[in-house]
């Protein structure tokens, strides 16, 4: 039976994480005591140091010889079986983006900060050591899957985009320029090819400022575009825009000038826009800059995508419209597809970042088959590009170190110089607090708490505080844990959704609404659920 002393034990570890918080939220809402410029510089202080330190701090004091197997074994055997279920369900309904969402969403929990001391004032010190592991598991292990899973997901957006059809089953390597730090499509990127005697096509994948050649974009069109950050695509966004119906001949194509654009207007200075892919586009003289959940009134939007052929002829063609929410206009020319122009509308709201990719359509209209690259290339180009990503991650060195100077310290009994000690621990002791603050911060930069909708906010808060626990209390009786850590099981299972997960998902523009409302209305949720859960089980 839950008493009001350990009641109040608990509540004394929650309410200093919440206060820190509220007080970040009003500093920015109601008090403006911070621009968003400063917000930034905060977070990027949290990210770079506060946490990576925090990490190393609480995974170099584990023990890793005295692991607590069971626990680890539950864990791990619970996030399995739902990834299990979810890619069956994702091979049988091709719904591949929504098993990353709902893997994130019901396995992910936010340990590191909020789980380490919740746990620790409900059941003890030992629970320390046992969301320490967690800790360490979910930094190198499941972040790191989580992010194949990601790069995954881009490099196919990327071939369907560039290689349609059967084209992309004849590619046997891709070479990626050092610039290029991921496919999560924040940046331009530019894919050139060869095919050699035998039909083999070796792909080049590079950075690019100008994502068209200069014989089609400067001189053909009087363009010339500049570095921008939306789904390895320009943007640009056009003064004078005309209704497209305008200009369709008899035949329902449209017209493509020369020297103008082919939509009714000249194309003398286009205006370009160069915000992130979190930001908000209209047509507008001046684009207006905005959080990436201000899609309020977004039109439509001219995307040029990357060079396909570098060989391909600029021979004149028609542009074919297919009516659909996303309109894709296609690029004929006589041989190979040179390159690809989109026209892309947002719904009202609709925060969800999604590739406008572009699919090859038939003679009758009938997209093709996509097909893929064999296994081991596209594998080999994921690896390389995880890699590079966990490379820039400051949390991949602080885990790794973290966990090094453990098995050392505690295999031969070797304790850290004091000088050094001391050091680490006067920034993770504000590390807690800090990322407090900025989630904070974060939450008073939203236009609302519940960006994805009612509905698919209820949603996924059934599956990260109902769904999670469930999955995780069978793991944990089904190897043998009982008592007080079968509770503390339970309890990290119904924590709030952690925030690397969100961030992924921002980076790669695959429902970030949901995972925003995950952290933030998660956050305000699980001070009550999980004092529920920690009552029902002291029961």
Same mark, same amino acid.
């Given at each position: 039976?839950?008493?009001?002393?350990?009641?109040?034990?608990?509540?004394?570890?929650?309410?200093?994480?919440?206060?820190?918080?509220?007080?970040?939220?009003?500093?920015?809402?109601?008090?403006?005591?911070?621009?968003?410029?400063?917000?930034?510089?905060?977070?990027?202080?949290?990210?770079?140091?506060?946490?990576?330190?925090?990490?190393?701090?609480?995974?170099?004091?584990?023990?890793?010889? *005295?692991? @607590?197997?069971?626990?680890?074994?539950?864990?791990?055997?619970?996030?399995?079986?739902?990834?299990?279920?979810?890619?069956?369900?994702?091979?049988?309904?091709?719904?591949?983006?929504?098993?990353?969402?709902?893997?994130?969403?019901?396995?992910?929990?936010?340990?590191?900060?909020?789980?380490?001391?919740?746990?620790?004032?409900?059941?003890? =010190?030992?629970?320390?050591?046992?969301?320490?592991?967690?800790?360490?598991?979910?930094?190198?292990?499941?972040?790191?899957?989580?992010?194949?899973?990601?790069?995954?997901?881009?490099?196919?957006?990327?071939?369907?985009?560039?290689?349609?059809?059967?084209?992309?089953?004849?590619?046997?390597?891709?070479?990626?320029?050092?610039?290029?730090?991921?496919?999560?499509?924040?940046?331009?990127?530019?894919?050139?090819?060869?095919? =050699?005697?035998?039909?083999?096509?070796?792909?080049?994948?590079?950075?690019?400022?100008?994502?068209?050649?200069?014989?089609?974009?400067?001189?053909?069109?009087?363009?010339?575009?500049?570095?921008?950050?939306?789904?390895?695509?320009?943007?640009?966004?056009?003064?004078?825009?005309?209704?497209?119906? *305008?200009?369709?001949?008899?035949?329902?194509?449209?017209?493509?000038?020369?020297? =103008?654009?082919?939509?009714?207007?000249?194309?003398?200075?286009?205006?370009?826009?160069?915000?992130?892919?979190? @930001?908000?586009?209209?047509?507008?003289?001046?684009?207006?800059?905005?959080?990436?959940?201000?899609?309020?009134?977004?039109?439509?939007?001219?995307?040029?995508?990357?060079?396909?052929?570098?060989?391909?002829?600029?021979? /004149?063609?028609?542009?074919?419209?297919?009516?659909?929410?996303?309109?894709?206009?296609?690029?004929?020319?006589?041989?190979?597809?040179?390159?690809?122009?989109? *026209?892309?509308?947002?719904?009202?709201?609709?925060?969800?970042?999604?590739?406008?990719?572009?699919?090859?359509?038939?003679?009758?209209?009938?997209?093709?088959?996509?097909?893929?690259?064999?296994?081991?290339?596209?594998?080999?180009?994921?690896?390389?590009?995880?890699?590079?990503?966990?490379?820039?991650?400051?949390?991949?060195?602080?885990?790794?170190?973290?966990?090094?100077?453990?098995?050392?310290?505690?295999?031969?009994?070797?304790?850290?110089?004091?000088?050094?000690?001391?050091?680490?621990?006067?920034?993770?002791?504000?590390?807690?607090?800090?990322?407090?603050?900025?989630?904070?911060?974060?939450?008073?930069?939203?236009?609302?708490?519940?960006?994805?909708?009612?509905?698919?906010?209820?949603?996924?808060?059934?599956?990260?505080?109902?769904?999670?626990?469930?999955?995780?209390?069978?793991?944990?009786?089904?190897?043998?844990?009982?008592?007080?850590?079968?509770? /503390?099981?339970?309890?990290?299972?119904?924590?709030?959704?952690?925030?690397?997960?969100?961030?992924?998902?921002? *980076?790669?523009?695959?429902?970030?609404?949901?995972?925003?409302?995950?952290?933030?209305?998660?956050?305000?949720?699980?001070?009550?659920?999980?004092?529920?859960?920690?009552?029902?089980?002291g029961l």
């Amino acid at each position: 039976m839950i008493s009001a002393s350990d009641f109040y034990k608990v509540m004394c570890a929650m309410v200093p994480l919440y206060f820190a918080m509220l007080v970040a939220y009003g500093s920015v809402k109601w008090w403006k005591i911070f621009t968003p410029e400063q917000c930034a510089g905060i977070n990027r202080f949290v990210a770079v140091f506060a946490v990576p330190v925090l990490s190393f701090h609480f995974i170099s004091q584990n023990n890793p010889y *005295e692991m @607590d197997t069971k626990f680890i074994l539950a864990d791990t055997l619970s996030k399995m079986f739902v990834l299990v279920l979810l890619s069956i369900w994702a091979v049988c309904t091709g719904k591949f983006d929504w098993m990353i969402t709902l893997f994130s969403v019901s396995t992910l929990p936010n340990t590191l900060v909020m789980g380490i001391p919740l746990l620790k004032a409900m059941y003890g =010190d030992f629970t320390q050591s046992l969301m320490v592991q967690l800790v360490v598991l979910q930094c190198i292990i499941w972040y790191t899957f989580l992010l194949f899973l990601f790069e995954y997901r881009g490099a196919t957006m990327l071939i369907r985009s560039q290689f349609p059809g059967s084209i992309a089953a004849s590619i046997t390597k891709f070479e990626i320029d050092n610039d290029v730090i991921s496919l999560d499509g924040r940046g331009p990127l530019c894919t050139e090819s060869e095919m =050699d005697v035998n039909g083999r096509i070796h792909v080049r994948i590079r950075r690019s400022t100008s994502s068209a050649p200069e014989s089609v974009l400067s001189s053909s069109l009087g363009l010339t575009p500049r570095a921008s950050n939306l789904s390895n695509a320009e943007i640009f966004s056009v003064n004078t825009p005309a209704p497209l119906h *305008e200009f369709h001949h008899a035949n329902g194509d449209i017209a493509f000038g020369h020297g =103008d654009l082919g939509f009714g207007y000249h194309a003398t200075s286009p205006r370009l826009s160069g915000y992130a892919s979190s @930001d908000a586009y209209s047509l507008q003289p001046t684009p207006r800059a905005s959080n990436f959940n201000e899609m309020d009134a977004v039109t439509a939007t001219a995307i040029v995508n990357t060079p396909m052929w570098i060989r391909s002829p600029a021979a /004149a063609g028609k542009v074919h419209r297919q009516p659909s929410p996303t309109t894709k206009i296609v690029w004929d020319s006589p041989g190979k597809v040179m390159i690809h122009f989109i *026209e892309c509308w947002l719904a009202e709201n609709d925060l969800s970042f999604r590739d406008c990719s572009i699919v090859e359509v038939g003679p009758h209209g009938a997209a093709k088959d996509q097909e893929m690259p064999n296994a081991f290339v596209m594998l080999r180009l994921i690896l390389i590009m995880v890699g590079r990503k966990l490379l820039r991650n400051p949390n991949t060195y602080s885990s790794a170190l973290g966990l090094l100077w453990s098995l050392i310290s505690f295999k031969w009994n070797f304790g850290m110089p004091s000088l050094v000690k001391y050091s680490i621990k006067i920034i993770s002791d504000a590390g807690l607090g800090m990322a407090m603050f900025s989630l904070g911060l974060f939450m008073a930069l939203q236009p609302r708490i519940i960006a994805c909708g009612t509905k698919m906010a209820a949603v996924g808060m059934v599956i990260r505080f109902v769904c999670g626990p469930l999955i995780m209390s069978a793991a944990s009786i089904a190897v043998g844990l009982r008592g007080i850590r079968l509770h /503390a099981a339970i309890v990290q299972a119904a924590l709030p959704q952690g925030i690397v997960p969100f961030v992924f998902a921002r *980076e790669y523009g695959l429902h970030p609404d949901i995972l925003s409302t995950g952290v933030i209305f998660g956050m305000l949720v699980s001070l009550p659920v999980t004092l529920l859960y920690y009552i029902v089980l002291g029961l």
